[in-house]
């Protein structure tokens, strides 16, 4: 079993009379690729803003890395990088002078700061790039400094927030092969996206967080399993249905049951969209 390098116990945060996370508890184990999933207004934005602290809790009990996030504020933070949503670098720095203001931000001496930026881009394959301003980079590439300026200062718990949002196929993929091989080299990472086969192809767990509490939890394919491997999607008078089953057999005998106004439209194997969209009634694309 994995020791957790993230713990949430009893985690609440409320804006007035309402409780955006409420009674949150949850853990992230060391080396693995962790999922958060939540339709907009669930509670998942404001847990993300806690964990990276840049939003205080209402009550409740945060551990990183073993750290009180409360108690320990400095050591805590020197134990994460994050990669926001949002473009978050100076378009008129370059790739190199980005990653030097970030490691002076750390305090890390000169002869070790020049090694481990030259270590970094070459580890995003950004070397070529690193003497060209942000604002000749393709959107890629922002990411993937991005991604290299997070890790400088060596944290343990890389936190990526939407990170592949409005790439291009291509350069979507090649920021998954980062990911893993991130994840491989030690890093837990913990993952919020609306793309479903990011989601499964990615992450070792799932968490879905709905009106400030998490409702599923589990890896792609146990999620898949509870809810039933087989998906059929029917049409009886204009109104689509979904019904799962643990196996094509089954699936089978139920489309030979239906009756003369049903029509089955498809039948294939289940997806986290589909769990998403059973436990929380709401499309993963309807995610803040």
Known sequence: MNDSVITVENLVKTYGQIRAVDGL???????????FLGPNGAGKTTTIRILTMLTRPTSGKVLMNGFDMLAR???VKRGFGVVQQHMSLDRELTAWECMELHARLHHIPGGERKSRIE???DYVELTAEARRKVQDLSGGMKRRLQIARALVHRPKVLFLDEPTVGLDAQSRRRLWELIRRMNQDGATVFLTTHYIEEAE???????VIDRGK???LGSPLDLRMNLGLVTVQTMTNG???YSFFPDMESATGHIRSLGPDTKTIAVRPSNLEDVFVEITGRKV???S
């Not at 508890?25 to 999922?35: I, K, Q, R, S, T």
């Not at 192809?201 to 799932?206: D, E």
């Open 25 to 35: 508890d949850l853990a992230v184990n060391a080396g693995e690729v962790f999922g």
């Open 73 to 75: 504020p400095i050591e």
């Open 119 to 121: 270590e970094l881009l």
């Open 201 to 207: 192809g990615l992450c070792n767990r799932v968490g």
């Open 214 to 216: 998490l409702i599923a």
């Open 239 to 241: 109104k689509v249905s």
């Open 285 to 287: 694309e309807e995610e």
